[in-house]
T-cell receptor
Framework: DTEVTQTPKHLVMGMTNKKSLKCEQHMGHRAMYWYKQKAKKPPELMFVYSYEKLSINESVPSRFSPECPNSSLLNLHLHALQPEDSALYLC?????????????FGPGTRLTVL | DQQVKQNSPSLSVQEGRISILNCDYTNSMFDYFLWYKKYPAEGPTFLISISSIKDKNEDGRFTVFLNKSAKHLSLHIVPSQPGDSAVYFCAASEDAGNMLTFGGGTRLMVKP
């Protein structure tokens, strides 16, 4: 299995809703990432997990809450989002936080906040 | 301030010819560079990478060149195929691939 899967593919939520995005990989990778990509812009890093521990938080608002229950799974819990949070949310994984690791991306979840 | 720039938003090339995509960076601490291809409604797909200890890396039709003194890298695709039509992002890292900074992307169109 050489892919990163993300569910759901699309999500529409109101500003008072609580929802979660899910990411899964079975490549034995020990580093996992969340990115946000707005239209016609490059992906921007949000969080990095290394060996199931949060190692980098790029000053992301607390309405985004990541969770890594095990080495194969990464969640992003969403609460009280704003319309400007609408974007494509990408998950990625890499072997570890060692040297010369390429990141493999999932297809993304397209989020719309009404 | 953009640390990684792709100054050409789009590039059109005839099938069979060479495609050259360019990327400039400003952070001299970057030590690992990657190219990704992205189709609409899909995540980026890794293509090829190069570390700062090399100046060239080749994989099939794809070659990446790194000029550290000019802080410039380029991706050559030879021969170009219509299936190569996509948005190409260059990315750079100063910790060997962990925190990636992406350029703005170049849309490549390969005409049959």
């Amino acid at each position: 299995d050489t892919e990163v899967t993300q569910t759901p593919k699309h999500l529409v939520m109101g500003m008072t809703n609580k929802k979660s995005l899910k990411c899964e990989q079975h490549m034995g990778h020990r580093a996992m990432y969340w990115y946000k990509q707005k239209a016609k812009k490059p992906p921007e890093l949000m969080f990095v997990y290394s060996y199931e521990k949060l190692s980098i938080n790029e000053s992301v608002p607390s309405r985004f809450s990541p969770e890594c229950p095990n080495s194969s799974l990464l969640n992003l819990h969403l609460h009280a989002l704003q319309p400007e949070d609408s974007a494509l949310y990408l998950c990625a994984s890499s072997r570890n936080r060692g040297r010369w690791n390429e990141q493999f991306f999932g297809p993304g979840t397209r989020l719309t906040v009404l | 301030d953009q640390q990684v720039k792709q100054n050409s938003p789009s590039l059109s090339v005839q099938e069979g010819r060479i495609s050259i995509l360019n990327c400039d960076y400003t952070n001299s601490m970057f030590d690992y560079f990657l190219w990704y291809k992205k189709y609409p409604a899909e995540g980026p797909t890794f293509l090829i990478s190069i570390s700062s200890i090399k100046d060239k890396n080749e994989d099939g039709r794809f070659t990446v060149f790194l000029n550290k003194s000019a802080k410039h890298l380029s991706l050559h695709i030879v021969p170009s195929q219509p299936g190569d039509s996509a948005v190409y992002f260059c990315a750079a890292s100063e910790d060997a691939g962990n925190m990636l900074t992406f350029g703005g992307g170049t849309r490549l169109m390969v005409k049959p």
